[in-house]
């Protein structure tokens, strides 16, 4: 399994997933099924990726604005 996600934005419940998965390494786009175990939110969250999809899409998911910018 990879590495552990953040909790939800909303509620502060446990992430499960990824539930579903939808790769595009033509432009570079990584889409998650996420769900919240607490309030049921459902995700699809989109990132974009350079090499690893899976890991920067994680790194993006766990990345909240309190973090200041985003490393580029």
């Known amino acids: 399994m990879m590495a552990e996600l953040k909790p939800c934005p909303f509620c ?3 992430i499960d997933g990824p539930n579903s998965v939808q790769c595009n390494y ?3 786009i990584i ?6 175990t607490k309030c049921r939110t459902e995700f699809k969250f989109r990132a974009t990726f350079v090499e690893e999809p899976y890991t920067e899409a994680r790194e993006a998911w766990n990345r909240r604005a309190t973090d200041g910018p985003a490393q580029t």
């Open 12 to 14: 502060g419940g446990e």
């Open 26 to 28: 033509v432009k570079k």
């Open 31 to 36: 889409t998650l099924g996420l769900i919240c």
